[in-house]
């Protein structure tokens, strides 16, 4: 088992679920918090966006981190971003059971709402997005549909 299956299985646990939604489907609150959790296996919140920055995602990791209107990004820009099948996005999506254009294109839709409400004054918080209790909550409420 590789460190991001541990990361992302300890958030399911963290968020008191199997790894599934209500839906049945993946449940992306802990999916996600395993992404953006303190010792996550990229390095956080701050390692995932220096990681889509590199991939060319700069411009709209900024608009999400800032006060003002988040940039809309494409399952396939984060895909590039996130090393497509064999990179993040793949690991994600083979955990989530889905294909890697649907992980995108989830992560697509709920990455620039996180970051946002992540980082409320426009600056990414000095102690990273915290552990995968202080995200679990807040992703769960805004995430849960």
């Given at each position: 088992m590789g460190l991001l299956d541990q990361v992302l299985g300890a958030a399911?646990?963290?968020?008191?679920g199997q790894g599934q939604g209500?839906?049945?489907?993946?449940?992306w609150p802990a999916l996600i918090a395993g992404l953006l959790a303190n010792g996550s296996?990229?390095?956080?919140?701050?390692?995932l966006l220096q990681q889509l920055q590199a991939g060319g995602l700069g411009e709209h990791v900024q608009?999400?981190?800032s006060t003002g209107t988040n940039l809309p990004v494409s399952g396939s820009q984060?895909?590039?971003a996130l090393g497509g099948a064999g990179g993040l996005l793949g690991q994600l999506a083979q955990q989530a059971g889905v294909s890697h254009a649907e992980a995108g294109e989830?992560?697509?839709?709920?990455l620039p709402q996180i970051i946002d409400r992540?980082?409320?004054?426009?600056?990414?918080?000095?102690?990273?997005a915290g552990g995968l209790g202080d995200i679990a909550g807040m992703l769960g409420g805004?995430?849960?549909r």
């Open positions: 399911t646990q963290a968020l008191g209500q839906s049945g489907g993946p449940d296996g990229q390095g956080g919140l701050a390692g608009s999400w981190i984060l895909g590039s989830q992560l697509s839709q709920l992540l980082t409320p004054q426009g600056q990414l918080p000095q102690g990273g805004l995430l849960n």
